[in-house]
């Protein structure tokens, strides 16, 4: 079975800094993707980021980053200059295909990191 | 607008009373899918449909039914909830198989339903 692992409960960061929320996955295929998705207490689930397995250079969504470590199977995000409006839950997610024929994939969320941005 | 919409956003229930979230896109996606999110949890998902006609069972599926009678819609039953249903309900959708550059998930705003 496909596992996401959030290892930070809840982080707090001043408003301004940076902070990264760590993500390792654990699987046996190549070909996959991974998301970082944000849930402010709208509850609305926001995609911030995402990544395909193939590709070597990290993602960058404006003040999102990521550092993805395929041999390692770590997918850390990074959030530069944040602001309040960071302030959420954040889910790591990797899909990957159930089936041979790759029609079927299945999305795995990580338990999520309350981040806290403090004025 | 692309999106996927979900009602009602909020019910309150009593144990054994039969109920249904409705979930509907608008972007004619394949893959439709339905989440339960606990605390210290995160997403777990109920069911899932490939296609009209085509459902199966995700991770945490009892106590649940789904249909799909047309590409849009995909429901959610509670024969008999229970309060261990008491949770926050997503509805999602994507295309499939998984064009090149569109493979994420759409998620609709999210059902709050508490059982008492």
């Known amino acids: 079975a496909q596992t996401v692992t959030q290892s930070q409960p809840e982080m707090s960061v001043q408003e301004a800094e940076t902070v990264t929320l760590s993500c390792t996955y654990d699987t046996s295929e190549n070909n996959y993707y991974l998301f970082w998705y944000k849930q402010p207490p709208s509850r609305q689930m926001i995609l911030v980021i995402r990544?395909?397995?193939?590709?070597?250079q990290n993602a960058t969504e404006n003040r999102f980053s990521v550092n993805f470590q395929k041999a390692a199977k770590s997918f850390s995000l990074k959030i530069s200059d944040s602001q309040l409006g960071d302030t959420a839950m954040y889910f790591c997610a990797f899909m990957t295909t159930l089936n041979s024929g790759g029609s079927n994939y299945k999305l795995t969320f990580g338990k999520g990191t309350l981040l806290t941005v403090n004025p | 607008e692309a999106q996927v919409t979900q009602n009602p956003r909020y019910l309150i229930t009593v144990t054994g009373k039969k109920l249904t979230v409705t979930c509907s896109q608008n972007?004619?996606?394949?893959?439709m899918s339905w989440y339960r999110q606990d605390p210290g949890l995160g997403l777990r998902q109920i069911y899932y449909?490939?296609?009209?006609?085509?459902?199966d069972k995700g991770d945490v599926p009892e106590g649940y039914k789904v249909s799909r009678k047309e590409k849009r819609n995909f429901p959610l039953i509670l024969e008999s909830p229970s309060p261990n249903q008491t949770s926050l309900y997503f509805c999602?959708?994507?295309?499939?198989?998984?064009?090149?550059?569109?493979?994420?998930?759409?998620f609709g705003p999210g059902t709050r339903l508490t059982v008492t």
């Open positions: 999602a959708s994507r295309p499939s198989p998984i064009l090149a550059g569109v493979y994420e998930q759409y």
């Open positions: 972007m004619n996606h394949e893959y």
């Open positions: 449909s490939m296609n009209v006609e085509v459902t």
């Open positions: 990544q395909e397995a193939y590709k070597q």
